[in-house]
Each structure stands twice: as C-alpha cells, then as structure tokens.
C-alpha cells in the first residue's frame, strides 16, 4: 500500500513547526509511521505512531481500491 502524506493540510502547519524545533526530517516521520508502534488514541480517535525517541500523532484514511494510505500529521512529541 503506498503511503501519501499530506503536508497542505491546514492542523499539518503545527506539526511541521514541531518538526524544524525539533531536528526531524520528513523522512523520518516516513519511517515513524511505516514502522513504529501504533496505537489509538480512545480520546480523541487520532493514531499514535511511536518510533525511536518521538512519536507522531495523526490522521489516517485508507482508500483500498486505490492501495492508498493517506497521513495527515498533526504533532511530534519527544518522550
């Protein structure tokens, strides 16, 4: 499945200030979401990817006729 991640959002302007602050490339939030560990927040139904020392929390919709999984990313946190 191919994964899109939509930084024109409009709630992505935070994450991506989060991501200069904080020395992480967009690369690696790839690789957060491909391979950290999930988990959904009960709250507010946003997905929490954590990896390394951060996590990303985000938006996720899945098209499955296209093979699509789009990300939307809301904020980086450093544990």
Same mark, same amino acid.
């Given at each position: 499945?191919? *994964?899109? @991640?939509?930084?024109?959002?409009? !709630?992505?302007?935070?994450? #991506?200030? =989060?991501?200069?602050? !904080? &020395? @992480?490339?967009?690369? %690696?939030? !790839? /690789?957060?979401? =491909?391979? &950290?560990?999930?988990? #959904?927040? /009960? %709250?507010? &139904? *946003?997905?929490?990817? #954590? $990896?390394? $020392?951060?996590? @990303?929390? $985000?938006? %996720?919709? @899945?098209?499955?006729?296209?093979?699509?999984? /789009?990300?939307?990313?809301?904020?980086? /946190?450093?544990?």
């Amino acid at each position: 499945m191919e *994964l899109k @991640i939509n930084w024109d959002h409009q !709630r992505c302007k935070h994450a #991506l200030e =989060r991501l200069w602050l !904080r &020395g @992480i490339s967009q690369e %690696e939030i !790839r /690789k957060a979401i =491909r391979q &950290g560990q999930k988990h #959904l927040q /009960k %709250e507010t &139904g *946003l997905f929490e990817s #954590l $990896y390394s $020392y951060y996590s @990303i929390v $985000y938006d %996720e919709q @899945i098209y499955t006729k296209e093979k699509i999984q /789009k990300v939307y990313p809301i904020t980086v /946190k450093l544990w």
